[in-house]
DNA sequence: TACTTATATACTCATATAAGTATATATACT
DNA sequence: AGTATATATACTTATATGAGTATATAAGTA
């Protein structure tokens, strides 16, 4: 990923980096799945651990990622920060709208995405 | 990109790795450049190369790549070898078509797809 | 058969990337 | 103020990647 800094992206100024690194998120399974799991409900870094059954520091890590380029934004919530997604351009959300329309091609992100409906559950879970 | 020869996606049986690798493969300038080309016409190294203005080898390795994972298909007429598109699922080429309606964001795309369009102008140029 | 041309590949180097482990930070709670 | 908890980051290591240059291959032509 090229390294680029958000300020850059909000001027907006090239788009085709824009667009390559986008795929270069896409192409990690991990970005892929915390992408598709935000297309359908914002959450917390502990809920995305949960159900992905993936490390704290690994989300982490692609969330920075994410959060670098301009494609999430985060919140604090008391104690836990959500991320939600932050697509402004039509592009990217038809993307993430093909691979949804074909979820039954990707059993993981399908699993992910009903895990993801009673995600508070994963909450507790968190605690080391 | 994974280590995946053309046989297994023929059997395709993990759609996942799949997409992830397609997305990688667009994650690449140059082979992104290749791929919307593609999409528009069938096309040889050499002509490729005068409308990218990229190096032989360079074009070469990715169509290579491209090749490998199933995504284009190569086919010598005379002198050349012409590469040209193998997407058989709809995903892919959903995605593509997402870029090309937007053609006018990525002016390196646009003005590729116009040079293709004279494309055999870059057959006798090619000469070294 | 020798020569040219179109394309593919090998080799090298510099850089990027992901993951794990440990640790830092920041807020919440007592 | 001190502790626990949620999240972020630093550091390390192993691996992957892309580009350039040189060279190999394979078909076409004289």
């Known amino acids: ?8 992206y909000e001027r907006k100024i090239d788009f085709m980096n824009k667009l390559t690194d986008f795929f270069k998120v896409l192409s990690d399974e991990t970005r ?3 992408l598709i799991l935000l297309y359908h409900k914002k959450l917390c870094v502990c809920e995305m651990c949960g159900i992905t059954g993936e490390s ?6 692609h969330l920075a990622k994410l959060r670098d380029i301009g494609l999430v934004k985060d919140e604090r919530q008391e104690q836990f920060i959500f991320y939600d997604l932050n697509l402004n351009e039509q592009v990217y959300k038809g993307i993430l709208e093909k691979i949804v329309d074909n979820i039954n091609d990707y059993p993981v992100l399908k699993s992910d995405i009903e895990k993801c409906k009673h995600a508070e559950k994963y909450l507790e879970s968190c605690r080391r």
Do not use: G, T, V, Y
């Open 1 to 8: 990923m090229s390294d680029i800094k958000p300020e850059f």
């Open 32 to 34: 892929l799945r915390i």
């Open 56 to 61: 704290q520091p690994k989300i982490s890590k």
